[in-house]
């Protein structure tokens, strides 16, 4: 069964937007971890600290028992805060300021170097490191060879489709990239613009580990409450996965 990551940093935009000190991305975490229907929590520190920011990931970090996944970029300063916060895992991302939320995967041929040397600094401190990455066939090598022990797919592609055979050629693209990944023995991740809508065919690739699911989960929270959205996610993940399983 994959495990649901709830990614919190929305949570943290609603305080951005006024200012405020609530809501409290501590607590949403607490809130989460309790609700009994994650896995884990994801939070991502961008470089302009335009949502969570540091204090937030040490507080989420000493305050759950469920694994922390930091989501980043390679930069000095946010590879720091990690070090500092030593959550079980470190997502690598890229990162632009303009952008609204991460647009594509890693450029594991230009930005090599860096991805490697952070992976390894990483990884001497204890963390596991995932590399978000398009799937593309090519890339699961590079990643292997960078040192990770984890890719996550971009499941943007897919999540955006507007015709049904657009998505289904995006989701034979996951698939095989999620096969690609585990011969060269990763483990595999994705995550998105999923919804609980759309959730289900990705919740199934043979092999997916983990699900990061951030903006859609917040977003139904408005109207079902966290603990609400949280379940209404973990049982559209468990409906397709009963559905796929062969019967005995
Ligand atoms: N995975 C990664 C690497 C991301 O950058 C994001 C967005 O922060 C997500 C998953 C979650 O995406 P969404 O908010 O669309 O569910």
Not at 6 to 13: I, M, Q, R, S
Not at 54 to 75: G, L, T, W, Y
Not at 136 to 145: H, I, N, Q, V
């Amino acid at each position: 069964m994959p495990q649901l990551y709830v990614n919190l940093d929305h949570v943290a935009t609603l305080r951005q937007a006024r200012g405020t000190t609530y809501p409290d991305v501590t607590e949403a975490a607490v809130l989460s971890e309790t609700s009994g229907h994650v896995h884990g929590i994801t939070l991502h520190l961008r470089e302009d600290r335009r949502h969570v920011n540091d204090d937030d990931m040490r507080r989420v970090k000493e305050r759950i028992q469920i694994p922390f996944n930091f989501e980043m970029s390679v930069a000095p300063d946010i590879v720091r805060v990690c070090r500092e916060v030593a959550p079980a895992q470190a997502t690598l991302v890229p990162e632009k300021r303009e952008e609204l939320t991460t647009e594509g995967g890693l450029d594991l041929l230009r930005g090599a170097e860096r991805v490697r040397d952070v992976t390894r600094e990483l990884q001497g401190d204890g963390v596991a490191v995932s590399l978000f990455v398009d799937p593309d066939e090519d890339t699961m090598k590079r990643a292997r060879d960078l040192g990770a022990t984890h890719v996550e797919l971009h499941t943007g592609r897919y999540a955006d489709a507007t015709d049904d055979g657009q998505r289904a050629a995006e989701l034979e693209q996951l698939q095989h990239a999620a096969r690609v990944a585990q011969d060269h023995d990763l483990l595999v991740n994705v995550g998105h613009g999923l919804t609980h809508l759309n959730v289900g065919p990705v919740a199934v690739i043979p092999g997916v580990l983990d699900l990061n699911i951030g903006h859609a989960i917040v977003a139904r929270s408005v109207f079902l409450g966290l603990s609400g959205a949280l379940r209404e996610m973990r049982e559209a993940i468990d409906r397709n996965a009963d559905a796929a399983r062969p019967e005995s």
